[in-house]
C-alpha cells in the first residue's frame, strides 16, 4: 500500500483491481488515457509507469484537493500528465477543443468510481459513520447541495424515496419520519447527529451499522452518482478511438446494473464489443489484504470501429 503524504496529512488510498485495470486499459503504449476519477493518483501512476514516453495522461477529478495530492505524486512523470478539474459527466464538453482539433483522441479511459480515502477518513467533509464532522459529503467542495440540506429541508416522502432508491433501505419510511420528527426539535447538524438518531432506535443486524444505507444513500444524492455515471459513460464514448476501451469499477450493484446497460446498449447500437462478459472481481489475496475492494467490479467495453 503507498501512502501518499501531503501538506501535513498522510492518506492510504490503495488502488483497487491495479493489475486488471492495466491488463484490459493499456492496449497501445503510445497511446493517450483519461482517468476520469484521479482521487490520489494511484491508477494514474501506473498507466503512466506503463506507457511509453510518447504515451500521455489526462486525469481529472472534482475534487480539487485531490487533483493538489495527485499532482505531487506524479511530479515523476512531468511533462507527459494533465490534469483538470472537471465533473465527469461532462467530459465531451470538457474537452470539446480537443475533439475538435483531433477527432476522438482516447486509448482507454478509467472511471474508479466512489470516494477515495483522502474524502472517506477526512472527518471535515463528512462522509464517515465512524468520523464525527458536518454533515456535508460533497465530492465538489463548490456544489450547493449538502447532506445536511436534505436532511433538514426535504419532505418525509422524497427522503422516504431516497433512502429506498439509493441506499436500498428495507426501513426507508421509518427512518424519514424520525429525521423529520427529530429536526423539528434541532436540525441535524453532524455525521454523529444522524448516527446516533438512526442507532438508538434500529438494532444492529449482522456486521453493517444502521446508518450505513442511510450514509450510502445520502452520499448518492449530494453527488448526483448514478446520474453522473450514466452521462459520464455517454459522454466519454464520443472521445475514444476505435480499438479504445472503457473500464469502470463500481463498488456497489446500483452502479453495476448501469454499467451493465450502458454497455450492452452500446453493443446493441453497434460500434462497440464488451470485453468483460462478466466482471472481473479482487483475488481472495487482494480481498484480504485491502477490504475496500471486495465488493468491487471491474468491466470493460471496446470501441471497434
Ligand atoms: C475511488 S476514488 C479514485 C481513486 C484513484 N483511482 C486512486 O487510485 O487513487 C474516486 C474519485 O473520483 C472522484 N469522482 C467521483 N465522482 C466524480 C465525478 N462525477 N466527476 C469527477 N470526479 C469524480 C472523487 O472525487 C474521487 O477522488
Excluded at 452520499?219 to 469502470?248: C, D, F, K, M, Y
Amino acid at each position: 500500500m503507498t501512502p501518499v503524504a501531503t501538506m501535513d496529512e498522510e492518506y492510504t488510498h490503495e488502488p483497487v483491481l491495479l493489475n486488471e485495470v492495466i491488463e484490459h486499459l493499456v492496449t497501445d503504449k503510445d497511446g493517450t488515457y483519461l482517468d476520469a476519477t484521479l482521487g490520489l493518483g494511484g491508477h494514474a501512476e501506473a498507466v503512466l509507469a506503463t506507457i511509453s514516453a510518447q504515451g500521455r495522461l489526462i486525469g481529472t477529478d472534482m475534487d480539487p484537493q485531490a487533483l493538489a495530492i495527485a499532482a505531487e505524486r506524479l511530479q515523476p512523470f512531468a511533462g507527459r500528465f494533465r490534469l483538470v478539474r472537471a465533473n465527469f459527466r461532462n467530459l465531451s464538453q470538457t474537452f470539446q477543443v480537443e475533439l475538435g482539433a483531433s477527432g476522438p483522441f482516447l486509448t482507454g479511459a478509467l472511471f474508479d468510481l466512489g470516494v477515495s480515502s483522502l474524502q472517506m477518513d477526512k472527518a471535515s467533509r463528512g462522509f464517515a459513520i465512524n468520523h464525527e464532522g458536518p454533515l456535508d459529503m460533497r465530492l465538489d467542495p463548490d456544489s450547493p447541495l449538502t447532506a445536511e440540506r436534505i436532511v433538514n429541508e426535504w419532505p418525509e416522502e422524497q427522503l422516504t424515496l431516497l433512502l429506498r432508491e439509493y441506499g436500498e433501505e428495507r426501513q426507508a419510511q421509518r427512518i424519514a419520519r424520525w429525521i423529520v420528527a427529530a429536526r423539528q426539535d434541532q436540525p441535524l447538524r453532524t455525521t454523529r447527529d444522524l448516527k446516533e438518531l438512526i442507532e438508538q432506535r434500529l438494532p444492529r443486524t449482522g456486521r453493517l451499522h444502521p446508518a450505513t444505507k442511510t450514509f450510502m444513500a445520502l452520499r448518492i444524492a449530494v453527488n448526483q452518482e448514478l446520474e453522473n455515471l450514466t452521462r459520464g459513460l455517454e459522454s466519454i464514448a464520443a472521445l475514444l478511438r476505435p480499438g479504445g476501451r472503457i473500464a469502470v469499477i463500481s463498488f456497489h450493484s446500483l452502479e453495476d446494473r448501469i454499467v451493465k446497460h450502458v454497455f450492452r446498449s452500446f453493443e446493441e447500437h453497434g460500434g462497440y464489443r464488451i470485453v468483460t462478459a462478466s466482471p472481473i472481481c479482487p483475488s481472495t489475496e487482494e480481498a484480504g489484504r485491502n477490504p475496500r475492494s471486495r465488493s468491487a467490479k471491474l468491466r470493460v467495453v471496446e470501441r471497434n470501429r
